[in-house]
């Protein structure tokens, strides 16, 4: 009785598989790789004294830099959750500012969170400058967090670089863990089929 042969055509997709595999658990390394390095700019950009200002019209690369937005005229309100600066849930509030600057994607406006509490309900806050630090979210991928609280409201929790998921780790595990696993099924198939 002769031994079957290898199937070429499967172990070659097994392999181009395998292969692709390993090969998104390496870019997951580099994301991780990156992702600490973008972290690490943030906590230096916490610790430096410049003042952002005029306030860009692309901020994303000024995140957790501090600024000084002019919010001419507040034209809506948007109550999210959100912690206070000792670490109690309540509600963020965000105001929708008319902004002096030209930001074309966004209609000219910007957010600002004034402060928290644990009402929904709007304050009551007609616009002025603000002095805060640039964070990542709302509609835009930022906001301006307040550094003192605006309206009569409290304090929100400061926002800290440490708080970005970084689980590109996690991610690569995974995918070698999937390589592996896709090897020792098709062995296991292989054996099986020699029977």
Same mark, same amino acid.
Request: proline residues 7%; contains cysteine.
């Given at each position: 009785?002769?031994?079957?042969?290898?199937?070429?055509?499967?172990?070659?997709?097994?392999?181009?598989?395998?292969?692709?595999?390993?090969?998104?658990?390496?870019?997951?390394?580099?994301?991780?790789?990156?992702?600490?390095?973008?972290?690490?700019?943030?906590?230096?950009? !916490?610790?430096?004294?410049?003042?952002?200002?005029?306030?860009?019209?692309?901020?994303?690369?000024?995140?957790?830099?501090?600024?000084?937005?002019?919010?001419?005229?507040?034209?809506?309100?948007?109550?999210?959750?959100?912690?206070?600066?000792?670490?109690?849930?309540?509600?963020?509030?965000?105001?929708?500012?008319?902004?002096?600057?030209?930001?074309?994607?966004?209609?000219?406006?910007?957010?600002?969170?004034?402060?928290?509490?644990?009402?929904?309900?709007?304050?009551?806050?007609?616009?002025?400058?603000?002095?805060?630090?640039?964070?990542?979210?709302?509609?835009?991928?930022?906001?301006?967090?307040?550094?003192?609280?605006?309206?009569?409201?409290?304090?929100?929790?400061?926002?800290?670089?440490?708080?970005?998921?970084?689980?590109?780790?996690?991610?690569?595990?995974?995918?070698?863990?999937?390589?592996?696993?896709?090897?020792?099924?098709?062995? !296991?198939?292989?054996?099986?089929?020699?029977?």
């Amino acid at each position: 009785m002769t031994a079957r042969r290898v199937p070429i055509f499967s172990t070659i997709v097994v392999l181009a598989a395998v292969a692709t595999m390993i090969a998104l658990g390496v870019w997951q390394l580099g994301r991780k790789a990156e992702k600490e390095a973008l972290i690490a700019q943030y906590q230096a950009a !916490l610790q430096s004294s410049d003042v952002i200002t005029p306030f860009p019209s692309i901020p994303q690369g000024f995140l957790f830099r501090a600024t000084v937005y002019p919010c001419r005229k507040v034209i809506g309100w948007e109550a999210i959750s959100g912690r206070s600066a000792n670490g109690q849930s309540g509600y963020a509030h965000v105001a929708q500012c008319e902004g002096p600057y030209a930001m074309p994607r966004q209609g000219g406006v910007g957010e600002v969170v004034v402060g928290w509490s644990r009402s929904p309900d709007s304050p009551t806050w007609a616009g002025g400058e603000v002095a805060g630090l640039i964070a990542a979210g709302g509609k835009y991928g930022w906001r301006v967090i307040a550094n003192q609280p605006l309206a009569g409201l409290q304090p929100m929790a400061k926002p800290d670089p440490a708080d970005l998921p970084n689980n590109h780790l996690a991610y690569a595990g995974q995918w070698f863990f999937f390589a592996l696993t896709a090897l020792v099924i098709y062995v !296991l198939a292989l054996r099986r089929r020699r029977r």
